[in-house]
DNA sequence: CGCGTAGGCTACGCGCCAGTAGGTTACGCG
DNA sequence: CGCGTAACCTACTGGCGCGTAGCCTACGCG
């Protein structure tokens, strides 16, 4: 009688936790809050449906958890990466770096964030869209901070808020276009959006503002 | 005896079609594609279930039915507002405008295209993401052209449709922004994104790129 | 004035899936 | 060695919502 081989058994809560959620964002990112099963989640991480109730509550509050998690890590990824003493644009390039370095490590954990978090409709669609708030703030402190060295003050041509918040959704696309494209680096992303924005934004403060022409 | 209020009868079909359509719309805008619910939607076009199927098919017909109707009206209006034979930024600044004038006019059209669109997997999520890449390579075409123009060719600094991606996203978060900051004018919205991406792209014309400094 | 057809409805079936009831086994501790 | 408790399961239910069967009624046309 050959002995069975033992389904890991008996593992102590926190473990549990871990897996469930591993699993959950797998199967969100794939297929999306609603059309995710708590079957198909509690397959993945071999361990039975109940269980699932019993440790992270409903599917809802399954889902709200992993949006957590996973923006905490982007969050931290993010801060970790950009050294605060230096001058504002190599602050925005590393933060850009780390930013698609995440990417590129945790793409489920990307996607369960941008593509299916404003699915569902709502309370916590708010949060998703408060992190992303506090990310354009972010940003747009670098830019009005940049902006008001040169006495880049309240112009027509001008809104820190309205153009971090473009800046932000720039990179976000860009961020799924290396999706498609996992050959570029990091760092050629960065560049590219730094390219873009911070010789705009430049040419911006230097006063040198682009017109329509008759 | 007073003589009932006739509840609308007897339409023609092209008109419940309409009708039907332009309810979907609201309704999926509202409460996303897995939330919105058959009864609502023919509930808000006063018309019972039956007739949705019978007219225009199941519900995943009916969503996509109601996307490419809104995506003809997005392309369209764009198309409408850009002038080919205007040089290449004019071009963007007025298909720019037009964006902006058609977001501001049809909220829920714009919404139900770019928040819900994505959230149905499979398929014509499909077709969603190639109207989306025939507008970057739209834009990529006018970038390159106008990149071309001056020698600049394949860099390490230089990706027309890297750029193109990120240029599109960065619109579409503007857009987004532009929904919560109604007093802000489509001119300004695209002069924004002008100072921005054309001013840089200029530089990065004219060999004048951003570098990390030591 | 009858009859075909296009417009329209009420009321139901039925599958899928979130969530649960209730029971079983291993481990820890006195 | 027995008792509490924490880990874990199988098997069910209940509801929600897509899709339809079957029926009614106004209008046009010969």
Redesign the interface.
Known sequence: MTEEVQRARRLPRAVRERQILDAAVQVFSR??Y??ASMDEISEVAGVSKPMIYTYLGSKEDLFAKCIRREATRLLEAIQDGVKPEL?P??QL?HGLRSFYRFVADFRESWTVLH??A??V?GEFAAEITAMRTRAIELVAALVVNAGARKGLAEQ??F?G???S??????????A??ALD?PD?SDG??A??????????????VEG???K??A
């Not at 918040?165 to 860009?174: P, Q």
Request: proline content about 4%; cysteine-free; glycine content about 10%.
């Open positions: 297929y999306g609603h059309t001058p644009d190599m390039w593509r299916q404003l699915t409709g027509a041509e809104s808020e309205g153009l918040a473009a800046l932000v959704g720039a990179a976000e696309s860009l799924d276009w494209h570029v050629v992303l560049s590219w959006l730094m390219n873009l924005v911070w010789l705009g934004f430049n040419d911006l040198d503002v682009w329509p022409t």
